[in-house]
């Protein structure tokens, strides 16, 4: 598995995490979606460089220029709620990628102990075509491993990416076991630890409660 954790080298993401985790700027919900949807971008950015190319020419009003184009096949799917503003950062450079959606949520038993839901998907055939799943936080990586299998009802995908924003120490090892060998993971950082009620510490806190609102049970 190869794993690339985007904070270890000084960029602008570095500003856009430091917003995200700031108790105080979070609580901006149109600046936290902004600020995912910039490190969606980044990503991308990234992530297009281990894309395929080939080399075309174009005609420009005054000659012809070689240039390195990619047409991989794309599907972007996201866990909903919270992986949506990470999405449209991707669609903002994969003009023409297709769109896959699931929901996986946290039904929780007591306090502690929690079962994970996956009940709606839609999504394209899949078959053959780079897969990039978002989601912001890899906790226990339960959710992102449960959406990868319900993904697959729809074709199994020549390439996966994860795209995630922080991932706990704990998910990246689940992962490691649980996705295919060859799959590639994009985080922004990685944090050590989990607390009681699986969040990630120090994190940011809830996701999708900090782009969208609280939700009730
Ligand atoms: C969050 C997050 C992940 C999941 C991570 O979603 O967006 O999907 O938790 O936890 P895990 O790695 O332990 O599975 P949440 O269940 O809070 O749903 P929401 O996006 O609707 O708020
Ligand atoms: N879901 C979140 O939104 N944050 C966490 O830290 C863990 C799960």
Redesign the pocket.
């Given at each position: 598995m190869n794993i690339n954790v985007l904070n270890k080298q000084n960029s602008i993401l570095n500003n856009f995490i430091n917003e995200i985790r700031d108790k105080n700027i979070q609580k901006d919900s149109l600046r936290f979606r902004t600020n995912i949807e910039r490190i969606g971008q980044v990503m991308a950015v990234e992530l297009s460089k281990t894309l395929a190319y080939t080399t075309r020419e174009v005609q420009t009003p005054l000659g012809v220029a070689p240039v390195n184009i990619t047409d991989e096949k794309i599907v972007v799917a996201s866990?909903?709620?919270?992986?949506l503003p990470l999405h449209n950062g991707f669609l903002s450079f994969f003009d023409h990628a297709e769109n896959a959606f699931v929901?996986?949520?946290?039904k929780y038993i007591d306090v502690v102990n929690f079962d994970?839901h996956v009940e709606y998907i839609s999504a394209p055939d899949i078959m053959g075509k780079t897969l990039i799943i978002c989601?912001?936080?890899?906790?226990?990586?339960?959710?992102?491993?449960?959406?990868y299998k319900a993904l697959l009802s729809h074709g199994a995908p020549a390439k996966l990416h994860i795209a995630s924003i922080i991932a706990?120490q704990q998910?990246i090892d689940f992962l490691q076991k649980s996705l295919p060998a060859d799959t590639t993971i994009w985080v922004a950082a990685i944090d050590e630890t989990?607390n009681d009620h699986?969040y990630?510490v120090p994190g940011i806190g809830?996701?999708?409660?900090l782009?969208?609102g609280e939700?009730i049970d």
């Amino acid at each position: 598995m190869n794993i690339n954790v985007l904070n270890k080298q000084n960029s602008i993401l570095n500003n856009f995490i430091n917003e995200i985790r700031d108790k105080n700027i979070q609580k901006d919900s149109l600046r936290f979606r902004t600020n995912i949807e910039r490190i969606g971008q980044v990503m991308a950015v990234e992530l297009s460089k281990t894309l395929a190319y080939t080399t075309r020419e174009v005609q420009t009003p005054l000659g012809v220029a070689p240039v390195n184009i990619t047409d991989e096949k794309i599907v972007v799917a996201s866990i909903l709620r919270a992986g949506l503003p990470l999405h449209n950062g991707f669609l903002s450079f994969f003009d023409h990628a297709e769109n896959a959606f699931v929901s996986a949520y946290r039904k929780y038993i007591d306090v502690v102990n929690f079962d994970i839901h996956v009940e709606y998907i839609s999504a394209p055939d899949i078959m053959g075509k780079t897969l990039i799943i978002c989601d912001p936080m890899l906790a226990t990586g339960g959710s992102m491993e449960l959406s990868y299998k319900a993904l697959l009802s729809h074709g199994a995908p020549a390439k996966l990416h994860i795209a995630s924003i922080i991932a706990s120490q704990q998910a990246i090892d689940f992962l490691q076991k649980s996705l295919p060998a060859d799959t590639t993971i994009w985080v922004a950082a990685i944090d050590e630890t989990l607390n009681d009620h699986a969040y990630i510490v120090p994190g940011i806190g809830d996701a999708g409660d900090l782009a969208f609102g609280e939700k009730i049970d």
